[in-house]
């Protein structure tokens, strides 16, 4: 059984476009993460949902928007894609807050040519 | 804000001991976690520490040093499929990863 997973595992698509990453959980954790890495491995967290709620918003651009239909599934939406959105996007999720182990997806490779 | 510090690589032999070292600065402390990401993987979670002392973990185990901001991962008994990233993250107001460690364990 999968724990967290992500679609799709590869994303190309050109600027300007609208693109989405569905993640989804089966783990019953209360808490849901985006995160993005980039091309030299930093990781950085750009969301956060604790029972549907957002409870943490790091400075990203209004382009980026999650969703969560319910608990145990976090979309990412991004609009208008630009060359710098180009990373590996990670959905987590963990039982509580950020000292809870945090469980990651595979990922998604995003590639905005 | 929040900001950490981990050497950017570190090599040793198998069987060998090493030890990874964070620093951080922040805010609101909680804990500090220890994170492996092999290459083209996802990160997984090793241990946390949310007070002073040493957590074993089998051959992994970690410490922490609150009023040192400071905290290590010790792997022993090195492995060839040890070799990948570590990354140290802090618990604070918001949750922050280390820039991370590539260990390469050679033969």
Redesign the interface.
Known sequence: DTAVSQTPKYLVTQMGNDKSIKCEQNLGHDTM?WYKQDSK?????MF?YNNKELI?N?TVPNRFSPKSPDKAHLNLHINSLELGDSAVY?C?SSLG???????????TRLTVT | GQSLEQPSEVTAVEGAIVQINCTYQTSGFYGLSWYQQHDGGAPTFLSYNGLDGLEETGRFSSFLSRSDSYGYLLLQELQMKDSASYFCAVSGQNFVFGPGTRLSVLP
């Not at chain 1, 491995?41 to 967290?45: A, E, R, T, Y």
């Not at chain 1, 807050?97 to 990922?107: A, D, M, N, R, V």
């Open positions: 993460y491995k930093f990781l950085k967290i956060s943490i790091e990670f987590a807050g950020f000292s809870y182990e945090q469980y990651f997806g595979p990922g």
